[in-house]
């Protein structure tokens, strides 16, 4: 189906209840200003971004092709937020009547330069990063301890699209190591690099599909809320097409994981 549709349609944007989860808005704890401001800097400076408007609260840009140098033209629109931005992109072709799903990977290629823009620690040279927020109504001493629960685990991990927890201890330290499968494809393990319950802990992978691949959790209070922030560096091991899938999963892995922790909160409430 997915096929199907980048040969008839060409013109992508994201929804709340978006059938693709790395097509749902995204969320950042930031206010509106920064958030405009990291917009501003962070796709011109790829290259085959232009801003062609901007009215500070929607933002309209032309994004050209690496090869043939099709524009398509790609729409930013910040919503603000008690605890930050809500970010909606749209993205539409001028000519042809399928994207070849262009459009989805401009919008996620967006998300990813403005995540990586607001990042505290920025990737190396050569790597890939992204930056995953997810804002819930529900109080950090709630929410925060579930991340660091090895029961609950398993509960929020989106097997929906092949994401599987195949080992991890009972008792979590440093140094503790858990083995995952993603996608039904590959399986990878990963080192415990830091254990900071309730607040942060990092993974770091041994061994898998990437050249490079360490993720940061980080939990924190928020007006009337916590947030849970997702980052990620890596390098991709194969070739660039396996960065576009890498962004792609990670996006709607975590997206997915958002919707299975309000969905288990909803449960305990």
Known sequence: MAALAWL??????????????????????????????ALRHALPALGHWRIAEDNGGAMRLERATRIMRFVDDVTVTLGAHSAGTVVDIASA???????????????????????????????????????????????????APLFFDPAVAPLI????????????PETISVGAKLTLEAAGLFTWVAEITEWNPPYA???????????????????AEAPGGTVISDRTHYRPLASPLMGLFTSGW???????????LDTYLDTRA
């Open 157 to 168: 991990t989106p097997a929906a699209l092949r994401a599987r927890i195949v080992s991890i």
């Open 93 to 143: 072709s001028r000519v042809g009547l399928g994207d070849f799903g262009q459009n989805r990977r401009n919008i996620l290629e967006a998300y990813d330069a403005l995540g990586v823009e607001l990042m505290d620690v920025k990737p190396r040279a050569g790597d890939s990063g992204m930056l995953y927020c997810h804002y819930t109504p529900r109080p950090f001493k709630t929410v």
């Open 8 to 37: 008839t349609k060409n013109r992508s944007a994201t929804s709340p209840a978006h059938a693709d989860p790395a097509l749902r808005p995204r969320f950042f704890p930031f206010v509106p200003k920064t958030v405009e401001a």
């Open 201 to 219: 802990s990092t993974d770091k992978m041994l061994s898998g599909p990437f050249g490079y691949f360490v993720h940061r959790l980080s939990v």
């Open 250 to 260: 990670l996006t709607a892995m975590f997206a997915e994981r958002a919707r299975l």
